[in-house]
């Protein structure tokens, strides 16, 4: 059975910083293009991040120098460094991971959620 589960979400101050994970089981994150995805209240799920299996990035462009997105494959994890946490950064946030493979192998864990007071 397949497991993405994101962890670290709370409340911080505007200007604050979070440090999100996921945590993977049942599949191998080192052949999965992997994502973070959040959605506020009200709005699409969007994307926020994303990192292939090569390694390369990717960032919307208003979290750009705010936000890193990492990936270790040994630990079956990635991770978003969130800094500098603006109000418009809140909403549940979601790990997603898509086999390299075959692409019809995707996968979402259940969210975190992020709330940034000002």
């Known amino acids: 059975q397949v497991q993405l589960v994101e962890s670290g979400g709370g409340l911080v101050q505007a200007g604050g910083s979070l440090r999100l994970s996921c945590a993977a089981s049942?599949?191998?994150?080192?052949?999965?293009?992997m994502a973070w995805y959040r959605q506020a209240p009200g709005k699409q799920r969007e994307l926020v991040a994303g990192v292939t299996s090569t390694g390369r990035t990717d960032y919307t462009d208003s979290v750009k120098g705010r936000f890193t997105i990492s990936r270790d494959n040994a630990k079956n994890t990635v991770t978003l460094q969130m800094n500098s946490l603006k109000p418009e950064d809140a909403g549940v946030y979601y790990c997603r991971a898509q086999s390299v493979t075959l692409r019809s192998l995707d996968y979402w864990g259940q969210g975190t959620q992020v709330t940034v007071s000002s």
């Open positions: 049942g599949i191998f994150l080192r052949i999965h293009n």
